[in-house]
C-alpha cells in the first residue's frame, strides 16, 4: 500500500514570496489533515477535509494560508505571501474517516524556510 | 494553552534498560490518545494507542498507561533497544471535536 505522498520535500523561498505544497494522501482515504510543525514544537492542525469538505480550519492564518482539496482526493495547501514565522514543516497526513481513533498516516513533509 | 504537554524534552537511556515516556494533558473531554513515533526526515507514524476507558494497553516492548484522574499517561519502552531512538509526541482527540492535539515531544535516546 503506498503512502501519503508530498512534494517538494524541500523550499527556500524570500519572505513575500508564494509558495504551494501537494498532498496525495492514501487511496480510500477520506479524511487528510495539514499540519504546520514548527522546530521544537509539535504538529498543530491547520485544516482538515473530510472527503472534499473542511471540517476544521481555526488555526489557518486564513489572510495568507490557503488549502483546497479538488474532487476529494489530492490536496494542495498555499502560502501568498509568505512571513519568516512561517519556515516550518509542513506534514500532511490522511486517515480513514475523522472519528479520530482511525490512524493518521503521514507523509514526510515539506520543509519550508523563508528567509 | 497547550492542552497536552510533555514536559521533557529529551531522554537518555541505556540499551535494555526500561524508558518512561510521560505526557499530561488538561483537557478533560479527551476519550482517546495516542503516541506516534518520528524518525529524522520522516512523516511521524502511529505507534499505540488507548482510550479513555482504559487505564493500560500493551504491545509488544510498549505498554501505555493513562491515569485518568491526573489526566496523566506514560509510554513504557522494555527493553529498549537503540533503534527507538527517535522523537515520541503524545496526542490526545476528543469524539466530539474530531481534531486531535500534539503535544511538543520527546527526544529519546537509546545507547547501546
Known amino acids: 500500500e503506498a503512502g501519503v505522498a508530498q512534494s517538494p520535500r524541500y523550499k527556500i523561498i524570500e519572505k513575500r514570496q508564494s509558495v504551494a505544497f501537494w498532498c496525495n494522501p492514501i487511496s480510500g482515504h477520506a479524511t487528510l489533515y495539514w499540519y504546520q510543525q514548527i522546530l521544537g514544537q509539535g504538529p498543530k492542525l491547520l485544516i482538515q477535509?473530510?472527503?472534499?469538505?473542511?471540517?476544521?480550519d481555526s488555526q489557518l492564518p486564513k489572510d495568507r494560508f490557503s488549502a483546497e482539496r479538488l474532487k476529494g482526493v489530492d490536496s494542495t495547501l498555499k502560502i501568498q505571501p509568505a512571513k519568516l514565522e512561517d519556515s516550518a514543516v509542513y506534514l500532511c497526513?490522511?486517515?480513514?474517516?475523522?472519528?479520530?481513533?482511525?490512524?493518521?498516516?503521514f507523509g514526510p513533509g515539506t520543509r519550508l524556510l523563508v528567509l | 494553552d497547550q492542552q497536552v504537554k510533555q514536559n521533557s524534552p529529551s531522554l537518555s537511556v541505556q540499551e535494555g534498560r526500561i524508558s518512561i515516556l510521560n505526557c499530561d494533558y488538561t483537557?478533560?473531554?479527551?476519550?482517546?490518545f495516542l503516541w506516534y513515533k518520528k524518525y529524522p526526515a520522516e512523516g511521524p507514524t502511529f505507534l499505540i494507542s488507548?482510550?479513555?476507558?482504559?487505564d493500560k494497553n500493551e504491545d509488544g516492548r510498549f505498554t501505555v498507561f493513562l491515569n485518568k484522574s491526573a489526566k496523566h499517561l506514560s509510554l513504557h519502552i522494555v527493553p529498549s533497544q537503540p533503534g527507538d531512538s527517535a522523537v515520541y509526541f503524545c496526542?490526545?482527540?476528543?469524539?466530539?471535536?474530531?481534531?486531535?492535539?500534539f503535544g511538543a515531544g520527546t527526544r529519546l535516546f537509546v545507547k547501546a
Open positions: 497526513a490522511s486517515s480513514l474517516d475523522l472519528r479520530g481513533k482511525e490512524t493518521q498516516y
Open positions: 477535509f473530510q472527503n472534499n469538505g473542511v471540517v476544521d
Open positions: 483537557n478533560s473531554m479527551f476519550d482517546y
Open positions: 496526542a490526545a482527540f476528543s469524539t466530539g471535536g474530531f481534531k486531535t492535539i
Open positions: 488507548i482510550s479513555s476507558i482504559k
